[in-house]
Structure formats: C-alpha cells, structure tokens
C-alpha cells in the first residue's frame, strides 16, 4: 500500500485578498456604485484594449476561482454547514444559497442562477415556489437591481469596460438582466396558476417589483394590466387596487398607464368585464393643472368607446354612466374644442331620458359643464332637469346628494327668475309627500339658492301675481253694473272660427316662444317646460303645511323661509335626520373607541373615513348622562328638544324624591313602597287605564296645592295596588291547592275575638265616613278607596293569621323534594282525570 505524500505549504499556491478584482467583507457598497468608488483595486489600470463579451466572462470566471479558492481554506463549522446544506433539502438548500449570496453579492451570481433554477424546478409546488418567488424578490429589489436607472448588455453600454474590473461588472450586469427576466417569466406562470389566492400574490409581486425599480417595468406593466380581464372578479378588483396604488406612488407613470389601458380596451374580443376594470382604473385618476394633454387624450378614448358601445348590443347602462362621468372630471382639465362633443349631443339627451338615474345624472353633469361653455343649449338642458324631478326613482338613489348639487349649481347659474320660481315650486311640491331628511335637505338648498343668487329675495312670492284676464273681466263687469241683466247670444259651431294650430314641433322652444307661451295666465304644473309654466301666477303654498309638520326640525326651517330668513346649518341633512341617526342617540356607545376607530380609517383611506359617522358637539353627548341636563337649553336642536325636555323633567323628579326620602328617614317614618323613583312604567300605565279611561275632563281637579293629588299619593296607590294585585293572585292559588298542602295558615280554626271585632268596624266604613276622612265627592273616587281599603285589611288579617301560626308550630312551610312535587303533580293529574269520568245515574 502505497502511502499519501503531503505536499509542503511553499509548494501549495495560497491566494490572497488582495489578487481579488473587487475587495469582501462587511460594509461594502451595491456592486452597481463600483465603477466610480475608491473599492476597487488599485493594480488595475486603463488599457486601451476592447472587451469583448466572451474576455469579459472569462476575466469574471477567473475572478470567481479565486474567491472559491480562498474560501475553501475556511474550515469552520459555517463553511462545512454551508457545503452540507447544498445537497440536503430544499429548504436548507434555500437557506445556504440565501448566505452565500449575501456574503459576497458579485461572486455570488452562480448561487442566484441556482436559485432561479430551484423556482422553475418547484413550479408546480405552490407553496414552495411562493415561498422562493418571495426570497428572490427580496434578494433582486435589495441586492441587485439599481434603483434609479435599467440594466443593460454588454454591447448597448454606454461606456465600455476598459479595466478589468469593469468587464468583470458589465458581465455580472448582464447576467443579472438574463435572470431577472427569467424570474419574470416563472412569476408569469404563476400567475396563471388556477387558484385565484395564488395569482393575486403573483400580481402583488410583480406591483412591488414595478413600484420599487426601474428594471424592466413596461413588461411588468403589460402583465398586470392583462389581469384587468381576469375571469375572477376578486383578481381583477385587486388588480385594480394595486394599479391606483402605483399611481399614488408614481404619479409620472400616467401617460404610460393609460396607453396600455387603452390597448386593452380596443382589443379585439375582449371581455366587457375588463373593459369596465380598465374604464373605472382611468377614471380615478387624479389630474393637475399640467395634464391637459393627458386629459384631451382620456376624453378621446371616452368618446371613442362611446361610439364603440352605441353600435353594439347588450351593453349595460353602467359603462355610459362611467364614460360620462370620466368626461366630466377630464372637461375640466382639457383644453379641448366643445364641437367634438357637440356631435353626441343627440346622444346625450336620448341618454338622459332613456337610461336608469345614475346613468342620466352622469349626462346631466356632462351637460351642465357644455352649458357653461355654450349658452345656446341651456333651455333644452333645463327642460330635461325638470324633467327628471318628476320621476320617482331619484329619491332612493346613491346619487341623490348628487343631483341635489346639481340642481344646486344648475339654479345658481340661471338667471331667468320664472324658471327659478319654477324649480322652487316642484321641489317644494315633493316635499309634501317625503321623509324628513329630503324635506330638510330641500328647504336648505332653497334657503341657500335665496341667500347667494343675486336676486334671491325676489324668488320665494307669498303673493299670486294678478291674472291678466280675470283682470280684464273684473273691468268689463264693473262698467255693467248699473245693468240688471245681461244677455249674450250664442255662437253655433258653423259661425265660430277656425283655429290654425301652428305645425311646431314642441321641442322647438325658441319658435314656441314667439307664438302662444308668453300668454300663460296661470300656473300648470304638466308645463315640460319651466320657463313657461307660470310659476308668477302662484305663490308657495306648500310652506304653510310644511310648517306645521310634525318634525320639529321640518317646522323650524320651513318657518325661517317664511319670515325670509337663511337657514343656518353645516351638517348633512340626507343623513343627520335620518332614523338611524335618531336610534344612535338611544345607543349610548364610548366616544373615544369611534374616535379611535374613525383615525384608523381615516389613515387607511379617506374614503372610508367618510362613511363613518363621528358625532360633534350636543350629539357626541349621551341622552341619559347628567351632562346633558346640565346643558344649556338654547344649544339644544329642534329634534332634540323633547329628549331634552323628558329627561330634564325626569332629573328633576328623582331629586325631588330623593330628598323627601331623606327627609322622611330623618324623621324615622320612611316607606321604601311609596318611592317615586321605584314606580314603573307598567305599573303607571296599568294605573291610569284603569281608572282614568271613562273619567271625563271636567271631573278631574288637578291642583298643585292639594296633598291628595299629589305625585307621591299617586305612586304609593299604585304600589299598594300592584301589591294586593299579587295577594289576590297567591290566594286563588291557594284556595286552588287547599288539598295538596301539608297545613294552613289558621290551622282550620275560627277567627279570634280581636279579628272579629276589627272585621265588625271594617264593616262599619261607609261613604260618609270616606268623604270625612278623605274629603271626596265623587263616586268613583269613593269607590276606589274602599276598594283599597279592603284590600289593605285583607292584607293585614293574612299577616294577623301567619303570625298566629308561627307563633303555635314556631316552624315555617317545609321545603318539598323532587320526589314529592313529582308525586303532588301526579295526585293533581289523577283528580282531574276522576273529575272528568264522573257518570251520573
């Protein structure tokens, strides 16, 4: 046997640290801000040879040899654990990979390229693939990808490597690049996968990638964008989440967001549920003063698909109603010529009269804004607003606060005052047949409207203009007067005269008005237009029932529009006079948790911070709190002033009974059962049902200086009631289970001489003696107390006879086992039984 000859250390070649191209170890610099850093080594000096790709893998090959040499002298228990790892499983491999990689990220490119082969290996995997897709994201945004600038090849370098160490870079750039796609490309896959959770990650990914570096992000873009048309809808909304989110964080990406979307929309068979994720992604954009050629663009797109959906079958009325309120928010920022959309004018008013009501208030805002621009259409645009008050679908809408502001806005603008008048009147028209936050919501926009226009004290009339020929008719009949009789010869049918019709179309108004519309001599509320309805010949009579309105809230505003005053307000009608509004108040929940919960939204969205109700000031206070007794009176609102006034009178009560129970037990005859405060409402209730029904207005003298009167006289009657209500019911049980019982009260034996003589002078109480003592005349009354005294001396011979019993046997009623109710109700049963099957002969 042959033995092993060692080799001597001067024979063995050692490398050393510093024949490495680029220095190791801790607190280095990203491999990408080598080329300009003092890090590299300073042997190396410009040579003017050119570097081809093949010479610059061969110098990147040599450099990592050495680096693999100098390590492998290591024989610590890292190294050998690092070594061990790589052929064990997947996870270890994963981990040892991860440090091998972070140890030194320029030798450390074969580990990457293994790492990327390990993803495509357990593709088919879900949850390790996941679990590498997300260690390799980590390790290409915070190892390897530049942040402010893309990865390029060799040969499209704008400088080119002219050291050894810059080939050395630009190879492991291009490297970098080939891997990096081919990451993209696994996480592609993944996003196919069947399982929507597992594609939304995948999509997330790619958003992160996106948003965080450069590399490569018109691909990335394409890729999320496709999942637009995703068949779940889960995928696609969160698709959609992600691109506004990318938005926010990179405003600049506009432009090329929307020439994607905008690929997508016009795809062939495409799917219409991605058309509407790609139309609600472009419209939530947010623009500035400098996106007017953006803007332009995004009302050609809408016009585009308007066009597109017009030709088309079966489309659902949301897409115009996106399309138009996408317009909307662009018109503003576009410098764009109004004819492009005055060709769909047409269209747009068929779209107000034929679709549901959110589509038609999205063209109804369209419009508003041509309006401004283009006076000319304003008659026909206010004719198709009016119209649109008369249907009834609008008041149960999302978008009713919507359309309230624009008729809001829509009346400011307006400077006829008849049509004005007219707007008036059927607002307060439907107010007479709605709910209290509509008819608050109204009369506030009146008062506004009355407060801002230039003209507004002259728009509410509480006085009927004068009738033109009923004005005419009064004069001829006061010139015949002295006459007593007047005679008129009837005209036939042949002698009258032909009336010609002119042949106008009603929509034509500007040729209606120089015919028969300025002769209108009273108000016709069918009138389609409301320029000629003659809102002047009516005055608002609406305001007087309104003001007698069972809300409080209602009566007080319709009173201040009366007497020409402006309603202050700065809430939200719509929804602070709701009814859940009103049962918030009987919820008496902790402040500082809604408070708390109402930051948190708000910090998480704005959005959602909206929908949440925060109360402020006299609504944020409990209603059964002493705090909100103690409030001032004159900051309580209208629709609260009766809680307020309830629980005032209730505080005042129950101190009042409080101090005359302190008074009484200082004076040492206090009765707990006469307590104000221990009445129920039942009991109440109970009360005055009973006796106070059939007693008519007149026989009820209700003085505040008489004792018998009194509220305590009342309460202690009615706690002597209730208790020999329940005396009354546990004798009927007892006389029902006489049988059953193991003893009685009086053991079966007579009344004593001294229960004798006081039922003797109980029997002796009459009427007479009833109005000495109680000063009563009525009958009923007279009544009523000898019936509680019955019941108190009922009450009090029991007590007589219970304590004659424990005073004898000096035990009480024994307690019964199960086995002995069991048996009693058997005993029960079988008599009834008997009762039932008696036969007589």
């Not at 510093?18 to 300073?42: A, C, H, M, Q, R």
């Amino acid at each position: 046997m042959v033995g092993k000859t060692k080799k001597s250390r001067s024979q063995i070649s050692i490398p050393n640290k510093s024949e490495l191209l680029f220095t190791v170890g801790k607190d280095i610099p990203k491999w990408y801000s080598l080329e300009n850093s003092s890090t590299l080594s300073s042997s190396s000096k410009p040579i003017n040879e050119k570097y081809d790709k093949e010479k610059c893998e061969q110098i990147y090959r040599i450099e990592c040899d050495l680096y693999q040499k100098l390590y492998q002298q290591d024989q610590s228990s890292d190294y050998q654990w690092l070594q061990t790892s790589l052929s064990t499983t997947s996870k270890d491999r994963l981990a040892a990979l991860v440090t091998l990689i972070r140890r030194s990220p320029i030798h450390g490119i074969k580990e990457l390229e293994n790492l990327v082969n390990l993803l495509r290996s357990n593709i088919q995997h879900r949850r390790d693939a996941l679990t590498i897709a997300a260690v390799l994201e980590d390790i290409f945004i915070n190892i390897y990808l530049p942040e402010n600038r893309r990865l390029f090849f060799i040969n499209q370098q704008a400088k080119q490597p002219t050291t050894k160490q810059t080939a050395a870079l630009a190879f492991v750039e291009e490297t970098i690049k080939q891997l990096y796609s081919n990451f993209i490309d696994l996480l592609q896959q993944i996003a196919h996968d069947p399982i929507g959770p597992i594609r939304i990650k995948a999509i997330s990914m790619l958003e992160r990638l996106l948003s965080q570096r450069p590399e490569q992000e018109k691909r990335l873009l394409e890729l999320i964008v496709d999942k637009l048309g995703d068949l779940d809808s889960n995928v696609a909304a969160k698709t959609l989440h992600l691109l506004n989110q990318l938005l926010e964080k990179h405003p600049g990406m506009k432009t090329v967001l929307v020439n994607e979307i905008e690929r997508l929309l016009f795809r062939q068979n495409i799917r219409q549920s991605a058309q509407h994720y790609g139309l609600c992604c472009l419209t939530a954009m947010i623009f500035t003063s400098q996106d007017n050629d953006l803007a332009n663009k995004l009302i050609k797109i809408y016009f585009a698909l308007f066009r597109l959906f017009s030709v088309k079958e079966n489309v659902s009325s949301k897409f115009f109603a996106i399309l138009l309120g996408g317009v909307t928010r662009a018109i503003s920022f576009a410098k764009v010529d109004l004819d492009n959309i005055i060709e769909h004018l047409n269209d747009l008013f068929r779209i107000v009269h034929s679709t549901n009501f959110k589509t038609s208030v999205r063209a109804l805002q369209l419009l508003f804004r041509i309006v401004e621009q283009r006076p000319e259409i304003d008659e026909r645009y206010y004719n198709a607003l009016y119209k649109k008050l008369s249907e009834p679908e609008w008041k149960n809408s999302k978008m009713l606060s919507t359309f309230l502001n624009l008729i809001f806005k829509s009346m400011l603008k307006d400077t006829m005052e008849s049509r004005i008048r007219a707007f008036i009147k059927r607002l307060l028209q439907l107010c007479l047949f709605n709910d209290v936050p509509f008819i608050c919501g109204i009369l506030l926009l009146i008062s506004e409207i009355v407060k801002r226009h230039s003209n507004g004290q002259r728009l509410l009339l509480f006085s009927q203009k004068q009738n033109i020929l009923s004005s005419k008719n009064d004069k001829t009949m006061k010139d015949d007067d002295d006459e007593e009789e007047h005679f008129h010869d009837v005209v036939s049918e042949d002698d009258q005269p032909l009336q010609i019709v002119p042949e106008i179309s009603s929509w034509n108004h500007k040729i209606l008005n120089k015919t028969n519309q300025n002769h209108t001599n009273h108000y016709d509320i069918y009138k389609r237009n409301p320029l000629y309805c003659g809102s002047d010949y009516t005055c608002l009579h609406e305001l007087l029932f309104l003001k007698n309105h069972s809300h409080p809230t209602v009566a007080l505003f319709a009173q201040n529009l009366f007497d020409g005053k402006s309603i202050d307000y700065n809430g939200n009608p719509l929804v602070d006079f709701n009814s859940m509004r009103f049962f918030d108040r009987f919820v008496y929940k902790n402040p500082k948790k809604q408070i708390t919960k109402h930051e948190h939204l708000r910090t998480k969205s704005r959005h959602a911070a909206g929908r949440l109700y925060l109360p402020k000031g006299v609504k944020a206070v409990a209603v059964d709190s002493n705090e909100y007794t103690r409030l001032n009176p004159a900051h309580i609102p209208a629709d609260e002033r009766f809680l307020y006034t309830f629980m005032k009178m209730r505080q005042e009560n129950s101190d009042l009974a409080q101090e005359k129970k302190k008074h009484k037990s200082i004076e040492g005859d206090i009765d707990d059962n006469e307590s104000i405060s221990s009445v129920s409402d039942d009991e109440f209730d109970k009360y005055l049902n009973h006796f106070m029904d059939d007693m008519d207005k007149d026989e009820i003298d209700l003085d505040e200086d008489d004792d018998n009167n009194s509220v305590e006289d009342i309460a202690s009657t009615v706690q002597r009631i209730h208790r020999n209500n329940e005396l009354k019911s546990n004798d009927s049980d007892d006389d029902d289970d006489i049988h059953n019982r193991p003893f009685t009260l009086n053991g079966g034996d007579e009344l004593s001489d001294d229960e004798q003589v006081d039922d003797n002078e109980h029997d002796t109480i009459n009427n007479q003696h009833i109005h000495e003592n109680f000063k009563v005349d009525n009958e009923r009354e007279m009544k009523q107390i000898k019936w509680e005294l019955d019941r108190e001396h009922t009450y009090a011979q029991r007590s007589r006879r219970y304590d004659k019993y424990m005073k004898k046997t000096s035990r009480r009623k024994p307690k019964l086992t199960r086995r002995e109710k069991r048996q009693q109700m058997n005993q029960k049963v079988i008599k009834k039984k008997k009762k039932k099957h008696v036969h007589f002969s």
